[in-house]
């Protein structure tokens, strides 16, 4: 099994940036990708970037997009979303999560979460 621990959330103002880090540990070689979800209060999960181990593809979801750099260090196991002009609507719980595919569904392992806060 994977474990995935998230950090880097925090409180920032509109049009700031924020660095989140997802370390992955256990059995790391069974993960293909590692995805970045978020849910805001009252809301869904929401997907909002993947990226592969091998190889470095990425997926954005539209509200990501321009924003969000997902990039990762393969030699630390680790992925980063790196999120600039960050908007109140980007207020958040980010959950980063391991899978074995690039499918919603094939994402099985995930953190605790870290809480984004953006202040207009």
């Known amino acids: 099994q994977v474990t995935v621990v998230e950090s880097g959330g925090g409180l920032v103002q509109a049009g700031g940036s924020l660095r989140l880090s997802c370390v992955a540990s256990?059995?790391?070689?069974?993960?293909?990708?590692i995805a970045w979800f978020r849910q805001a209060p009252g809301k869904g999960r929401e997907l909002v970037a993947i990226?592969?181990?091998?190889?470095?593809?990425?997926y954005y979801a539209d509200s990501a997009k321009g924003r969000f750099t997902i990039s990762r260090d393969n030699a630390k196991n680790t992925v980063f979303l790196q999120m600039n002009s960050l908007k109140p609507e980007d207020t958040a719980v980010y959950y980063c999560?391991?899978?074995?595919?690039?499918?919603?569904?094939?994402?099985?392992?995930w953190g605790q979460g870290t809480q984004v806060t953006v202040s207009s």
């Open positions: 999560a391991s899978g074995s595919g690039w499918s919603i569904t094939d994402f099985s392992s």
């Open positions: 990226i592969s181990w091998v190889g470095g593809s990425t």
């Open positions: 256990g059995r790391t070689h069974s993960s293909y990708s």
